[in-house]
Every structure is written in structure tokens, then in C-alpha cells.
């Protein structure tokens, strides 16, 4: 059971999911991130060790597994 906030609690999978984040302006991808992800709306909830561990990856020196070129559309 998760607690998801659309739908309150409710039942879940867990999953390896991959999130961008923004960090000073620049988008920088995080891949295989362990969440629970809801059944009925898909939303993506992270325990707090893993938020914990994320925000370890994006603020202290670390180098990244890779780079990648991202291509990027403006919608207007």
C-alpha cells in the first residue's frame, strides 16, 4: 500500500525509473532510481533514503556514469 496524492492510499509496484532534475538551470538525468509507482495514475513516489541518496548524487562532487545530447523543443 502507498500512499499516492491523487488517489490517497492505494496499491503500487515497484519500479526502476529514470527522472530529470534541474539543478542550477542545467536538466541532469538520474537513471534507475527504486520507486513505487501507483496503479491507478502512475505517479512516481521515492522513499525517503532514496530522495536522500538523490540529492547526495546532484549536490556533492560527483562525476556522472555518462553524457548524453538531449534534443529540446520549445512549445509556443
Known sequence: ???CHAYGPTQGHPELVTEIFQIN????LVENIPAQVCDR????????ETT?????????????????????????
Open 41 to 48: 495514475c502512475g505517479e512516481t513516489i521515492f522513499s525517503r
Open 1 to 3: 500500500m502507498l500512499q
Open 52 to 76: 536522500e541518496r538523490i540529492r547526495q548524487l546532484l549536490q556533492e562532487p560527483h562525476s556522472p556514469a555518462r553524457s548524453i545530447q538531449v534534443e529540446v523543443f520549445a512549445f509556443q
Open 25 to 28: 538551470g542545467k536538466p541532469v
